[in-house]
T-cell receptor, first 112, second 114 residues
Framework: DVKVTQSSRYLVKRTGEKVFLECVQD?????MFWYRQDPGLGLRLIYF???????EKGDIPEGYSVSREKKERFSLILESASTNQTSMYLC???????????FGEGSWLTVV | GNSVTQMEGPVTLSEEAFLTINCTYT??????LFWYVQYPGEGLQLLLK?????DKGSNKGLEATYRKETTSFHLEKGSVQVSDSAVYFC?????????????FGKGTKLTVNP
């Protein structure tokens, strides 16, 4: 079975803190994604990566950055957390030649 | 750009009722279409998919048919159970550069009462 693991399920951070959300997949997938999920808005793509050290902006990249130093790991970084970044964050991965995307269980982030 | 529109919820049904959750899409070309399900407190799981016109995806009694003529991929089940209570997301694949990403609808929350 494909496993996408997000290291933190629940986090509470203060405004202005730097926040790291980590994601690891064990299926040698080339593509990795970060989405955020908000009520009434569905899932919105923040960033994605199709190879090590490569990244592409999604629909809502402002206030976020990403890092992909190894194929299996994709990190989402909030440089200076703000209350409007309180949300559920979902990591996902897929093969470059396939179109089924597998999700992690999500990380609930609250910024106070 | 490509987009997905699905019926807004919440939807509340009694057990054994018939379920339809509407999903229509706008896309150039012929994307693959998906339904994902999210149970409380969990991430998204792939429920079913269809990769070309007239394909039917099915899983756990839920099914959806790729209708190119109506650009639709409605989710249906003949008799729902309490265990079907979840949030359902319709999505399409969108190729950007060399990789594929998903474009999601806003989700439909389904509650099935005993």
């Amino acid at each position: 079975d494909v496993k996408v693991t997000q290291s933190s399920r629940y986090l509470v951070k203060r405004t202005g803190e730097k926040v790291f959300l980590e994601c690891v997949q064990d299926m040698d997938h080339e593509n990795m994604f970060w989405y955020r999920q908000d009520p009434g808005l569905g899932l919105r793509l923040i960033y994605f990566s199709y190879d090590v050290k490569m990244k592409e902006k999604g629909d809502i990249p402002e206030g976020y950055s990403v890092s992909r130093e190894k194929k299996e790991r994709f990190s989402l970084i909030l440089e200076s957390a703000s209350t409007n970044q309180t949300s559920m964050y979902l990591c996902a991965s897929s093969f470059v030649s396939g179109n089924t995307i597998y999700f992690g269980e999500g990380s609930w982030l609250t910024v106070v | 750009g490509n987009s997905v529109t699905q019926m807004e919820g919440p939807v509340t049904l009694s057990e054994e009722a018939f379920l339809t959750i509407n999903c229509t899409y706008t896309a150039t070309g012929y994307p693959s279409l998906f339904w994902y399900v999210q149970y409380p407190g969990e991430g998204l799981q792939l429920l079913l998919k269809a990769t070309k016109a007239d394909d039917k995806g099915s899983n756990k009694g839920l099914e959806a048919t790729y209708r190119k003529e109506t650009t639709s991929f409605h989710l249906e089940k003949g008799s729902v159970q309490v265990s079907d209570s979840a949030v359902y997301f319709c999505a399409l694949s969108d190729r950007q550069g060399g990789s594929e990403k998903l474009v999601f609808g806003k989700g439909t929350k389904l509650t099935v009462n005993p």
